[in-house]
């Protein structure tokens, strides 16, 4: 009697949620949308978390089917105990998950489930770590992947605020989306220096969407929303507690090629997002600063550890070089570019006769006459051309003045 009480208010809630988004989003849900809305129902119970949810779906397949699963096969999953059983099969409160859908709707933010079309790639290299559910205020693009994090203290020096800005602007200015924790300091000036350059930018935050921000930070949320996106993991109501920091500075060095400190002290958050992204995999930079400062020691430290030392933005572009897997730049409405895929970051950094240049090279040995006549530029300008590209590595000179990709 009670698995069946148990089972027909499952029943009731799915059909509820799905009224709510077929007022949200109109038309008929999907079966895509009801996934969504089982993994959202998931999220929602008491004591089960985010890999307590992905050892759900490795188990079953689907949030669907493991919502309709027996105590018995639900104890079979790591991680599940008698109570976590229980309360799955109860479910989450009606009112609740409400409330989370009108919030969303109010707020005009949408839920990204891990296996979307609109769910950022470099997240899903997280594996067990990955967000099930991410919501969304603005637009992820698949450009977006070639991002890299600004990261550092609140409480930072005007030094620190300027350098911030001036590569933030720099990167964005050049092609790379920046993603920061829109906290006070170095991660708002990140942001706006992105803002500024008219480049895109992404914002992680430790608290739910809809959590009332201090007015500034409101309205940095709201232009970040209009060139990029805000994002979190989190119920859209949730306060910034400090155990949602570390979760969240994985997601900032998830979404990033690599990850730029600018000032931080030797213990902070910023230093939390560097070991993430050195255990991810990522490049970590860091910029130098007075040593007389309390926030310079953090960067210090990780240049003692290893951390590539910052000037300049192209001292990050040139070190991240070759990409593990292309990254697809498609076509923007409304512009004149066309859709290009980089496979080397540093070509993010080169001006336009470079870039033509090394087109033209290829993977194979072409020789200089060849270059000057594809191109129609004096010699003396390709020669010094081909070996400003060879300087950095992206080419190399072979026997009989012949170049190939480096």
Known sequence: MRRATMKCRAETLILFLERRLVEQWGGKVDEHEEETLATLKLSFCEGVSNGIIHALLDHFGSAREALSAPAQELRRVQG???????????????????????????????????????YPPPLRYLDSGAPVLLRIKGDYRRKDQLAVALVGARRCSTYGRGQARRLSSDLASAGFTIVSGMAQG???????????????????????????????ARELAVEI???????????????????????????????????????????????????????QGKAVFAVPGAVDNPTSRGCHELIRDGAILVENARDIIEDLGPLSEPITLPEDAGTNTIAETVDDARVMALNERERRILELIGHSHTHIDELVAATDLPPSIVSSTLLTLEI???????????????
């Not at 005009?108 to 979307?116: E, M, N, Q, S, W």
């Not at 914002?203 to 959590?211: E, H, P, Q, T, W």
């Open 225 to 279: 929303a209009r060139q990029g996106a805000v994002m979190s993991e989190l119920p859209m109501e949730t306060p910034p507690r400090p155990s949602n920091f570390p979760p969240r500075n994985r997601l900032i060095s998830g979404l990033s090629l690599g990850v730029v400190v600018v000032e931080a002290a030797t213990r902070s958050g910023s230093l939390i997002t560097a070991r993430l992204a050195g255990e």
């Open 80 to 118: 599940i105990g008698l109570g976590t059983a229980d309360s799955i099969l109860r479910g989450p409160n009606e009112m609740q998950l409400d409330k989370e859908l009108d919030l969303m709707e109010r707020h005009r933010v949408r839920l990204a489930p891990l296996h979307g079309d609109d």
């Open 392 to 406: 950095r590595g992206m080419i190399r000179q072979t026997p009989g003045q012949r170049y190939v990709r480096g």
């Open 186 to 216: 170095i991660d708002s000036e990140a942001h706006r220096g992105a803002l500024a350059a008219r480049g895109r930018t992404l914002a992680v935050l430790g608290c739910g969407l809809a959590y009332e921000l201090r007015p500034k």
